[in-house]
């Protein structure tokens, strides 16, 4: 019985430091996740420049969206909408880790919600992020409201 108790006390130890790491680790996964898109987010949107989103995908969103399909999206938001006037930053981001390793942080994933307001209503972003080589890639990018509201 003093074996079992020994044991299952150790199972619990294990889960609780597991939860608390994994806990501390997706915290800091959706900073670093928040802090790439507050960065980017405008940079993309400033003059609705198709390359400056391309330059920043992953390999997947490239070869499922490819550089004309991207082109044309944008050149539809930017005719919708109009320029960039304000850029309202990230209002939610859920990050989360694909594996258990301890490494670079390769296969860390966040989905973030951005806003902006632009010459003709506001905008609204869903973004999937994933880390490739150390670094963050965007590998989804939706436009959200349907369209702008009137002015």
């Known amino acids: 019985m003093k074996l079992f108790r020994k044991l299952f006390f150790c199972a619990v130890a294990f889960f609780v430091v597991f939860l608390a790491w994994t806990t501390w680790r997706s915290s800091a996964i959706n900073g670093e996740a928040q802090n790439y898109l507050d960065a980017e987010m405008p940079r993309i949107l400033a003059n609705w420049d198709s390359n400056e989103l391309w330059d920043r995908s992953s390999r997947a969103l490239q070869a499922n969206m490819g550089r004309d399909r991207m082109k044309a999206l944008f050149s539809q938001l930017s005719a919708q909408l109009g320029p960039l006037s304000q850029y309202d930053g990230v209002t939610s981001?859920?990050?989360?880790?694909?594996?258990f390793g301890l490494g670079g942080g390769e296969g860390d994933t966040a989905i973030g919600l951005a806003g902006a307001?632009?010459?003709r209503g506001p905008g609204s972003f869903k973004v999937a992020l994933v880390r490739h080589d150390g670094k963050w890639q965007i590998n989804a990018f939706y436009f959200l409201n349907e369209r702008p509201e009137p002015q």
């Open 93 to 99: 981001v859920a990050g989360y880790r694909k594996g």
């Open 117 to 119: 307001h632009f010459a």
